[in-house]
DNA sequence: CGGATAAGTAATCCACCGTTGACTTCATCC
DNA sequence: GGATGAAGTCAACGGTGGATTACTTATCCG
């Protein structure tokens, strides 16, 4: 029916790989998991991250994330409230994306690069996703905004010398946030297969770039 | 209702100003336009991309788009055949958005900075940034893949010497996009009140990094 | 055991939205 | 002026999805 929905991801993004919709179909016999509100709690949180970071906001129904888990999406509302506050509670794990920024000034080019390249799945870079495919919605816009401003504007842009710090320091999110836009929403293909090593130098004169200001 | 909705955009982004919702009341009597099939099409047209730039597909309703021209939605249906095939349309005037890759290397900084801070209201700014908005929709994701690939890694990438062309090549479109995204969709500070002039310095040196592999 | 309580379910409501088809109104041309 | 066809409207259908309420079932403890 929906024009929209995920049906060919054969595009050869190795970023993309979990199964899309199928929604667990838990082959070889549920095993009617124990009754435990924390635990049941806690795989919703867990699949609706997964899910907003791969479908965003408005394409994961509360239904898709209760039947990940395998339970009524009344529950949702018993633990979260709504929708709104389940995402809310995704977001709030976004906190440490930008963990990279507390290292020296010389290191930073390299954690960045770590934090791109390698582990990807992590569960705040799947926050991040989740607020970068949802940016339509006014709420995930101003998180964003506040998460920047905080972590660059105000507090990074006061270790750099020179002129402009703090736009020097918003043009560094842009790029990391371009880059993991690219890498894991669009799936580019160079920035797709591409390992950190192969960034590595690249990486380095950009930010040098970017961080110093001699001439 | 819906928690989502654009109440509050008065966060102090001056990209963000038009009207959001109230789907322009029309006051001062609305002069009863002559019926002309292709201004009314062109019309529906503009708002349609307006829209999608401002809040994205899922959050554009038919009847918000005709509302905003003052006609019924079915009218959509006549000229378009359906919601898609009019984002479609908008989004095929993306094309043109990497214009100034064509320039001659040492003048893409200076024109991308232009088309950055300058000219921002233009149709193929505002494709863009409809398809950023909208990049939960696979095909969306496709066609912005298609773009980036094309202009960037195909195309822009064999003018560049040294190590990881293609790589290069699509870490200057990360941060071009990550730069329209913050700018215009996010509304962080610093990029939000830049002026050219003071970006200049910065762009070309972070270009200068990315295009040119001297010691 | 057996009742109390929390975990989980079923069924439903309601609003929104894409889409359609039948209807009305305006302009043009004989 | 009146027929014709296109431009535009109206009202409805069907589906989806967030949210709610009343119900059922498992688990724990005296």
């Known amino acids: ?40 709690r806690s795989a919703l949180l867990a699949a609706a991250t997964l899910r907003f970071a791969q479908d965003g906001y408005d394409h994961t129904s509360v239904r898709d ?24 509670e ?3 794990h976004s906190a440490g994306i ?20 390698q582990n990807e799945r992590r569960p705040d ?3 991040l ?12 816009r101003q998180r964003l905004r506040e998460l920047i401003r905080q972590d660059f504007t105000d507090t990074f842009a006061t270790r750099l010398a020179g002129p402009e710090p703090e736009l020097r320091a918003e043009l560094l999110a842009a790029w990391l946030i371009g880059i993991g836009f690219l890498r894991s929403v669009v799936g580019t293909p160079a920035l797709c297969s591409a390992t950190a090593e192969q960034a590595d130098r690249c990486v380095r004169r950009v930010t040098a770039a970017l961080l110093y200001d001699h001439d």
Chains 1, 2 share one sequence.
């Not at 996703?129 to 995930?140: F, I, N, R, V």
């Open 129 to 140: 996703l989740a607020m970068l495919q949802s940016a339509s919605h006014d709420e995930t």
């Open 98 to 117: 930008a963990s990279f920024l507390s290292a020296p000034l010389d290191a930073v080019a390299d954690r960045m690069l770590r934090h791109l390249f």
């Open 125 to 127: 870079g799947s926050a």
């Open 1 to 40: 029916m929906n024009p929209l929905d995920r049906s060919k991801p054969t595009t050869g993004c190795p970023a993309h790989d979990a199964a899309p919709t199928p929604a667990e179909p838990a082959v070889t016999s549920a095993p009617r998991r124990k009754r435990d509100a924390a635990a049941t």
């Open 65 to 88: 994330i209760a039947a990940d888990v395998g339970v009524n999406q009344a529950l949702v509302y018993r633990y979260f409230g709504s929708k709104d506050a389940l995402f809310e």
């Open 90 to 92: 995704v977001a709030a």
